[in-house]
């Protein structure tokens, strides 16, 4: 079906303003005047919400979570409202964002998809957080728990919705968030002593240090 000329001006500003949101670095500058640390500087580089946490502590790492939630709930309803019957572009907006928030803010884009998801379908969203949290609790496997959400999120999306193009977007999603994973280095692999105080309850969690023995 042909789009309407505000459809055409809807996908021009999600194809431009996503990438554009998702690399502003919202999460660098807030750390840097939260706490005085610059990311970029620091440990591995990465400006996200986990080296705000690690870096910056308890108060800029919840500032960061804010800022970036904010931009996945704001490019799903961006999508929303100029098609809202089309639910795959809320995901090509993600999909838009998350490769801004690499290509100039060398971030995964992690939270911003997780809340986007939230805003687009939170039942999806809440079925993938609580089996791919059970998998990460019992075995304690960061890097496995991180790609049985990835392998989940377009599973449960195939099985709630008969919708093929939305079943390939949410793959290219969870295939393009796996090998932003591979180019970037893992926060939660720094020194947990070098973390704030505040944030190192947390990380000793994320880390995963006590998984189960095969």
């Known amino acids: 079906m042909a789009m309407t000329l505000t459809q055409v001006w809807g996908a021009f500003l999600i ?9 502003l670095p919202l999460t660098g500058w807030s750390t840097w005047l939260l706490s005085g640390r610059r990311l970029r500087r620091v440990g591995t580089g990465n400006v996200g919400v986990s080296a705000a946490f690690y870096h910056g502590g308890k108060v800029a790492g919840i500032v960061a979570v804010l800022l970036e939630a904010a931009k996945g709930i704001g490019v799903v ?8 019957t089309e639910p795959v572009w809320e995901i090509i907006a993600l999909i838009g964002l998350v490769m801004g928030r690499y290509w100039f803010a060398k971030g995964a884009g992690t939270t911003n998809v997780v809340w986007g998801i939230a805003a687009y379908d939170w ?19 960061r890097r496995q728990g991180r790609l049985l959400s990835l392998v989940l999120l377009p599973l449960i999306t ?9 079943v390939l977007a949410m793959t290219c999603l969870s295939g ?4 932003i994973y591979q180019k970037l280095p893992d926060d939660l ?18 880390r995963g240090d006590r998984s189960l023995v095969a």
């Open 15 to 23: 194809f431009v303003l996503s990438p554009i949101v998702g690399g």
């Open 189 to 206: 692999d720094l020194p947990e002593e070098e973390g704030r105080l505040e944030s190192r309850t947390m990380f000793r969690f994320f």
């Open 77 to 84: 309803l961006l999508a929303r409202y100029y098609f809202p």
């Open 123 to 141: 039942p999806t969203a809440l079925l993938t957080f609580l089996l791919s949290g059970l998998g990460f609790t019992i075995f304690r496997e």
């Open 176 to 179: 393009l968030i796996a090998w």
């Open 158 to 166: 195939a099985l709630r919705h008969q919708d093929g193009a939305l």
